[in-house]
């Protein structure tokens, strides 16, 4: 016994020495790039985490810093707690069911002590640049403090987020007054005592027209086309966990339900001056807010047109009427972008992203994106998911299939939802249905409560 149980641990050795030798580097400790490197750590690789931050938590740590990505002050999840955890950490469960931006960020920050994550993480550098060498390994040059500096990588995490450059509306003629987009705004105080015209209908666009009406001196909003919105709250429940009753039912079936249930608690867009969707729900990304049919309804918010020209100050919309603002901000989404490929290499800031799992390149096999995916839901569930089995993969416990790019092409052909052709939506998954792709590919025991004895990071 002493000898079979001698020759197991040099094997356990010996395999623990082997993947050591694997070094991964993971770009951002935001909610994606935590999971990655706690779970790489998991199965005994070595990991440095680069963040050009200063702190764990993405864009959930608030900073009034302009061009930090930040979430605005009163920014509360719009996906409920209990469907915006990891599995290996659930939250306290005095958390309350929408948790603000200081709850999220104290929570990644708990997640990255627990597991002993911080002395793998380079705060404040900047990854210039990522490139494969003859030997297919990754030579990744970062920024610090003014310095420039290259590592030599086995494997490459891209978790840098899609939420942090802002992209931009264009419209004919020019705006006198101040012409920025949501990723700028941080305290609505800015707004107290101007006339605010508010582009978009999505998340950011609701939460800006609400809470900068509390103080400007009018707001307007104006929509190309009709969204969905929809509550935070169904019949007592968090919305999320209430749709979830209904979800195992034939998607047609699910979005007919799932509308009239809108429509039997809000009414109709245009009961409140503002287009109905020209989709079923789910052919867009739907709007989470409670507040703004109310802020309407209270005369503090007027709905406008789609923009038609600018004219000094004033507006005019398609529908033939004028306002005059003091500012517009532009709530019109992100791109999706990695500054540090070069363009002819990866760019996905247009058209489909052509990922197995939304995280698995079709040819390139020691690369993988974490968290690049919108769902119809909370993002960093799934990015555990995503982590775990790149993890074991590197491990070697895992194998990808031979025929990733005939797998791409048909998650492309056959998407978790039809949606509108905008950049917007080229990422889009359902929640439910994309975690049970994803666990099909991990073990029945995949969760890992226990806290791991990660070593500290290679000098």
Request: glycine share 8%; with cysteine; proline share 6%.
């Amino acid at each position: 016994m002493a000898i079979v149980s001698n020759f197991t641990n040099l094997c356990k050795t010996d395999l623990l020495a082997y993947h050591m030798k694997k070094r991964v580097c993971v770009i951002g400790a935001g909610p994606s790039g935590i999971t990655a490197a706690k779970n790489l750590l998991d199965e005994g690789l070595d990991v440095t985490v680069y963040d050009y931050g200063q702190e764990v938590g993405g864009n959930w740590v608030f900073s009034e810093k302009v061009g930090h990505s930040s979430v605005f002050e009163t920014t509360h999840i719009i996906s409920s707690r209990t469907l915006s955890q990891y599995d290996d950490y659930p939250m306290p469960e005095d958390y309350p069911d929408y948790p603000s931006h200081r709850h999220l960020a104290t929570y990644f920050q708990s997640y990255a002590r627990t597991f002993n994550l911080y002395p793998h993480i380079q705060f404040n550098t900047l990854v210039k640049h990522c490139e494969q060498d003859q030997e297919g390994k990754w030579q990744v040059t970062t920024e610090q403090n003014g310095s420039t500096h290259t590592e030599t990588f086995d494997a490459l995490a891209v978790c840098n987020g899609h939420h942090w450059q802002p992209r931009m509306p264009e419209y004919p003629g020019s705006f006198d007054g101040e012409f920025i987009h949501s990723h700028a705004v941080k305290r609505f105080s800015a707004f107290a005592g101007k006339r605010v015209l508010v582009i978009g209908g999505g998340n950011s666009a609701c939460d800006v027209a609400v809470e900068s009406s509390r103080v400007a001196a009018s707001v307007d909003m104006s929509w190309r086309r009709g969204y969905w919105i929809a509550p935070k709250f169904m019949m007592g429940k968090p919305a999320d966990v209430f749709s979830t009753k209904i979800h195992w039912l034939p998607r047609k079936i699910w979005q007919k339900l799932s509308a009239i249930s809108l429509y039997v608690r809000n009414g109709k867009n245009s009961d409140y001056g503002l287009p109905n969707p020209d989709g079923p729900l789910g052919s867009h990304h739907p709007t989470i807010n409670e507040d703004l049919f109310f802020t309407i309804r209270h005369g503090k918010i007027k709905p406008r047109a789609d923009i038609e020209r600018l004219e000094g100050k004033k507006v005019h919309f398609k529908d033939g009427s004028v306002g005059e603002y003091d500012v517009i901000v532009a709530c019109t989404g992100y791109v999706i972008a990695h500054p540090f490929f070069d363009k002819q290499f990866i760019d996905y800031s247009e058209g489909e992203v052509p990922l197995w799992l939304r995280m698995i390149h079709p040819t390139i096999n020691n690369l993988y994106f974490i968290g690049l995916f919108q769902p119809l839901g909370c993002i960093w569930p799934g990015a555990e998911l995503q982590s775990k089995i790149m993890a074991r993969e590197l491990a070697g416990l895992w194998h990808r299939p031979d025929n990733v790019a005939a797998l791409i092409e048909k998650e492309l052909r056959h998407p978790d939802f039809k949606q509108i052709d905008t950049p917007r939506h080229t990422i889009t998954v359902d929640y439910h249905r994309f975690r049970k792709r994803l666990l099909k590919h991990l073990p029945t025991n995949y969760i890992r409560h226990a806290i791991e004895s990660h070593p500290s990071a290679t000098a």
